[in-house]
């Protein structure tokens, strides 16, 4: 098991920037991989970035490709999401997730990941 505590939401305006954070603990971090989802009222959880620590491969969806970055640091057992260019769209519940270990693949569908912090609210005001 491991425990993930999202940090970093808050509150603003369209075209500002946030950059949220995902602590890690209890797994031996360099083996899995973790990822961003983000759901908004009324709308299934959707996949936003993820990276894999072993290899440092990341996935975004194409909705954020461009405007936020996934990052890490091993030391720190931290995962990073810096996001500029928000747009009211993005506002949603952002959830951390660390996946099963050992895939093939940087996994975009939130059944591959099986432990999950609690979220941090992220509004863009128009």
């Known amino acids: 098991q491991v425990q993930l505590v999202e940090s970093g939401g808050g509150v603003v305006q369209a075209g500002g920037s946030l950059r949220l954070s995902c602590a890690a603990s209890g797994r031996t971090f360099s083996n899995y991989a973790m990822g961003w989802f983000r759901q908004a009222p009324g709308k299934e959880r959707e996949f936003v970035a993820a990276?894999?620590?072993?290899?440092?491969?990341?996935n975004y969806a194409d909705s954020v490709k461009g405007r936020f970055t996934i990052s890490g640091d091993n030391a720190k057992k931290t995962m990073y999401l810096q996001m500029n260019s928000l747009k009211p769209g993005d506002t949603a519940v952002y959830y951390c997730?660390?996946?099963?270990?050992?895939?093939?693949?940087?996994?975009?569908?939130?059944?591959?990941?099986?432990?999950w912090g609690q979220g941090t609210q992220v509004t863009v005001s128009s």
């Open positions: 990276i894999r620590w072993i290899d440092r491969r990341t």
């Open positions: 997730a660390a996946d099963r270990g050992g895939g093939a693949y940087v996994y975009s569908s939130p059944t591959e990941y099986d432990n």
